[in-house]
């Protein structure tokens, strides 16, 4: 393999370990596909902890090469040996992207450290297979623990595994963020499909694969989120803007957007200014039409989210309600915000 270009190395070790010299995992890793990668391809591989079954994996190492080029990948992934337990259970996981595109990714354990394994790791990465049916809207209970994921839909009784493919890893992360509780079902909102895929025991089965991620909704249960929103005549908090999820600064009101439609008029805030207008509906397309706003001052990080926030209104071509949700999109389709629909206030 060429030389690795660049090498971002992120340790997430516990403090204290400055005063340890680091010790290294040697990682080979490749595919069975005998297929060149286009210049511009991203390896990550990051050591993880997945001792517990109802907690979180947690990251605790992670090296990313930028403009990896062809396999075999082989990287010298650091850690702090202070932080290894003999007890417990360690792993590493490898993918390969094209900017947000995930081309290949692990689909099994690979462990490291203890129980017998070593600081040598051969992963051969699988092909993300391509989509085989189209995507629907669908809302359920997420749940992530150990190093695997499962999806309920609202309504039902089947529980699937879910793909690591597709905007998984997005999935992943946001539920790391939207739920205080290591191993709670949390509910989602995604565009994706039951797909045939290789479990990891061997064998096709039945798999969900997020193709498109929308958000989390901490604190929502699937008896409600059966029940449909009318977008006109609510109050909408936001749960994110851009992806990133939003709290309510201290002391601030909650980030929101109020319709009326009876004005076909708005009202909205992020905790600092307010920013008022009027709105055109028709069917799923929505047109925002910013008018006028006070212009307090805002403290950081309001200020940047707050300007965030005015931007995207004013480019929100569509909004797409699932149950007591509802994700903004431009006209791009890239994701404004994604809100939920509490008692008008």
């Known amino acids: 393999m060429r030389a690795l270009v660049y090498i971002i190395a992120v340790v997430l070790a516990v403090a204290g370990s400055a005063a340890t010299a680091m010790e290294t995992i040697n ?46 990948y082989n990287v010298a992934l650091p850690y702090n040996p202070d932080v290894i337990q003999d007890g417990r259970r360690y792993t590493v996981r490898a993918s390969l992207r094209m900017g947000d595109k995930l081309l290949f990714t692990t689909d099994t354990h690979t462990p490291v450290l203890t129980q017998d394994a070593g600081t040598d790791a051969s992963i051969t990465m699988v092909k993300v297979q391509a989509r085989t049916q189209s995507s629907r809207r669908v809302i359920g209970e997420f749940v992530y623990f150990a190093d695997a994921a499962t999806f309920t839909p609202c309504g039902s009784d089947e529980t699937y595994p879910v793909a690591m493919e597709g905007a998984y890893l997005d ?9 205080a509780e290591p191993g709670a079902p949390t509910v989602v909102v995604f565009d994706g499909q039951i797909a045939k895929r290789e479990g990891m025991e061997g064998g096709q089965r039945d798999m969900v694969v997020i193709d498109r991620l929308a958000g989390f909704v901490p604190g929502l249960t699937c008896e409600r989120a059966m029940a449909d929103s009318e977008i006109g005549d609510a109050y909408w908090r936001i749960l994110s803007i851009g992806g990133e999820p939003l709290d309510a600064a201290n002391g601030e009101r909650e980030p929101h957007i109020i319709f009326r439609s009876g004005q076909a008029a708005f009202a909205s805030t992020v905790g600092c200014n307010t920013v008022n207008g009027g709105y055109v509906l028709d069917g799923s397309s929505l047109t925002l039409q910013p008018g006028p706003m006070t212009l307090m001052a805002c403290p950081p990080p309001l200020d940047k989210i707050e300007q965030a926030w005015v931007r995207g209104i004013a480019s929100v071509s569509e909004a797409i309600v699932t149950g007591p949700t509802m994700e903004l999109r431009n006209a791009q389709g890239d994701t404004i915000a994604f809100l939920e629909n509490v008692a008008l206030q």
Not at 48 to 68: F, I
Not at 171 to 179: G, H, L, S, T
């Open 27 to 72: 990682v080979s890793a490749s595919y069975r596909e005998r297929i060149a990668m286009l210049p511009g391809v991203t390896f990550e591989v990051q050591l993880e902890d997945v001792s517990l079954a109802d907690a979180p994996a947690k990251v605790l190492s992670k090296v990313t090469v930028e403009d990896a080029g062809n396999p075999p």
């Open 171 to 179: 999935a992943e992360r946001a539920y790391r963020d939207a739920q």
